[in-house]
């Protein structure tokens, strides 16, 4: 899946993959959260976490952020 490196965001373990996917793994037992979508190309680079919102970039120059709800 050409994973990206990981990155902590609250109770989530965070990992971008090589289809635009992003997936929130529970830090507790690595079981799926949930998956958040981008525009499909692969995330670029290790996920960040800039005042509580997530941001990935992808390898199209897609820029997402997501907060939790």
């Not at 997936?23 to 976490?49: E, F, K, N, W």
């Given at each position: 899946?050409?994973?990206?490196?990981?990155?902590?965001?609250?109770?989530?373990?965070?990992?971008?993959?090589?289809?635009?996917?992003?997936?929130?793994?529970?830090?507790?037992?690595?079981?799926?959260?949930t998956?958040?979508?981008?525009?499909?190309?692969?995330?670029?680079?290790?996920?960040?976490?800039?005042?509580?919102?997530?941001?990935?970039?992808?390898?199209q120059?897609?820029?997402?952020?997501?907060?939790?709800?």
């Amino acid at each position: 899946r050409n994973w990206s490196a990981p990155r902590v965001w609250g109770r989530a373990g965070v990992i971008g993959d090589g289809t635009g996917l992003v997936h929130l793994l529970s830090r507790a037992d690595g079981s799926p959260l949930t998956r958040l979508t981008t525009d499909g190309s692969a995330i670029g680079v290790t996920p960040v976490v800039a005042g509580g919102t997530l941001v990935v970039v992808t390898q199209q120059g897609g820029i997402y952020g997501f907060q939790p709800e």
